[in-house]
């Protein structure tokens, strides 16, 4: 039994030697498990966690933003109180990523254009602040008098829901090339001023 396993032994030890000798000319090829194995995949995933606002996952897949989106975004001037536009901007969001454009700067840092369109809430504020002194003027011209400021919030939520039949006069279009690094395993968004304002509809 001994000149058995000692045989078996020395056969595991050639054959250990033999994978050596025909690897060592050899580059293995190298497969990155994190998120799906690649920084587009990466992307679109988070992009449709925010899209569907799940803002738990978003967070997780955000390299140097600790993100809240649901308290961001309501934290905005047309979030808290206007459930319309808030609805509007969750409602609004889709993107186009270009994976075929990907660049691996190097195995932890990629770049990944995309196209992303969204409800812009600043657009919409200044389309609204301009209907709004139209309005007015035209209140008064017929001999409407407005001593307070509050006595024009019925005319700014006349103009604001005739605004919101069409949200889509609204959105906003704009390309990203998105930074992404991998860490700790997994390709995560890194998010810059530009995409936060953008995924936050230009609210800031």
């Not at 001994?2 to 190298?30: D, E, N, Y």
């Not at 990944?112 to 369109?117: A, E, G, L």
């Not at 019925?154 to 829901?161: D, G, R, T, Y």
């Not at 005739?162 to 395993?185: C, N, W, Y």
């Amino acid at each position: 039994m001994k000149r058995i396993t000692i045989k078996k032994q020395m056969v595991c030890l050639i054959c250990i030697a033999c994978v050596v000798v025909v690897l060592g000319g050899c580059t293995l090829p190298t497969y990155n498990l994190s998120m799906g194995g690649s920084p587009s995949k990466a992307l679109d995933s988070f992009m449709k966690a925010v899209v569907n606002g799940e803002d738990e996952k978003v967070g997780r897949m955000l390299y140097n933003y600790t993100w809240d989106g649901k308290s961001d975004l309501e934290n905005q001037e047309f979030g808290k109180n206007d459930r319309a536009i808030f609805a509007c901007l969750r409602s609004g969001r889709s993107y186009q990523i270009d994976d075929s454009a990907e660049q691996r700067l190097d195995s932890h840092h990629a770049i990944v254009p995309m196209d992303f369109t969204t409800f812009d809430i600043a657009k919409f504020r200044d389309t609204l602040s301009k209907d709004v002194v139209a309005a007015v003027q035209q209140k008064q011209f017929e001999g409407s008098v407005f001593e307070e400021t509050s006595d024009i919030d019925p005319i700014v939520e006349e103009v604001k829901a005739e605004l919101l039949k069409d949200p889509q006069r609204f959105q906003t279009t704009a390309r990203f090339d998105v930074e992404m690094i991998s860490h700790k395993g997994r390709w995560k968004v890194v998010l810059t001023d530009e995409l936060y304002s953008a995924l936050t509809g230009y609210a800031a």
